[in-house]
DNA sequence: GTCTATATCGAGATAGAC
DNA sequence: GTCTATCTCGATATAGAC
């Protein structure tokens, strides 16, 4: 804990993380990642064995960081509508890196469910402490029926928001899309 | 036109198109084609130069398919309205196949953001062909306003709701999703 | 722990016989 | 047109020196 190891462990997970979201898993080498945290490829493979492996640590610290975020979001906002507010201004506040490289979470999976089912199990928790975050907000709401469909329904919303504004590189699209969402209501 | 050359063509293109849209584009090797269709490596670049080439034929292949597709929509549907619900319905008519591999468009796109920007501006055509058919739906249904923004807005729609079935490989979310966009009408 | 060197494999791509 | 043989490169992964 708090090693020199610990923390080299830390930026190759960061590298990997960072290049997994712009080049996409697949398209993404070991040569790459050393490169980005300036090892080399042996000193690579003292910390993880295999790309499965790398893989699993990427994934983990994303859960960690949405939790860790969410946790920031409820100390921010007091009210349940602001955060919600909040979760779908999301891709708003990061408008460059969405036209470019759509959500991390999305075209992660999209991309294990093609490569490796396994882990996409594992990459879909990423969803999961969204979902469970937002129906405690609806909750919060006094929403009582439907309340893990509806939370189910904002994560579709946005995602499909992401895919067609990065596949036609659209930023007008995802500022109408999303001023039009935070009208919803339930119905 | 019609020569053996031509036809095997097709043959390559097809089983192409299979692979590109089950296991990816990136993942998806000359020798997985070859195999597929039954011929030798050699054989397949005496049709296609390079990966880039096969991709573009694949392409213009799905933009040639979904304009057939639409016209027969066209002939079995007078009601713009119903066309319009088996537009949405589209996936739940493919259910194995988008809980398993996603939307064959939006994933490709998904994909291409990450590994060929220059070929995502040639594969997002299959989204615009989509979406100039709901533009002419929606002049039939008398929408006037934003009937683009519109258009896009269902393309964006189906596309939340697959990449989240295809995450959770939830079909149960497909069902309903469905059901409820059918209720969309214009605010 | 971190490095260099190397093994092994499969990919895209080419040459040339038939 | 279709094949076999081969080239070249970059990928994952390992061995072993420091």
Redesign the interface.
Known sequence: MGSKGEALRQRIVAAADELFY???Y??TSFSDIADAVGISRGNFYYHFKSKDEILSAVIDSRVAAIVTMLNEWDKKFKDPRQRLYYYIDMPLRDQENIC???CPV??L???L???NRTM?DD??RM?AVFRDWLILQLNFLGVRKNVK?IA??F???????V??T???EDKD?LQ??TK?LK?WQC?
Chains 1, 2 share one sequence.
Do not use: D, Y
């Open positions: 712009r080049q996409g697949e398209n470019l490289h759509g999305g075209s999976c999209t991309e469910a093609k490569i996409l990459a879909n969803f469909k189910m329904h994560i579709a919303r946005v995602q499909g928001i895919t067609v990065n596949a036609f699209f109408q899309e039009q009208k119905r």
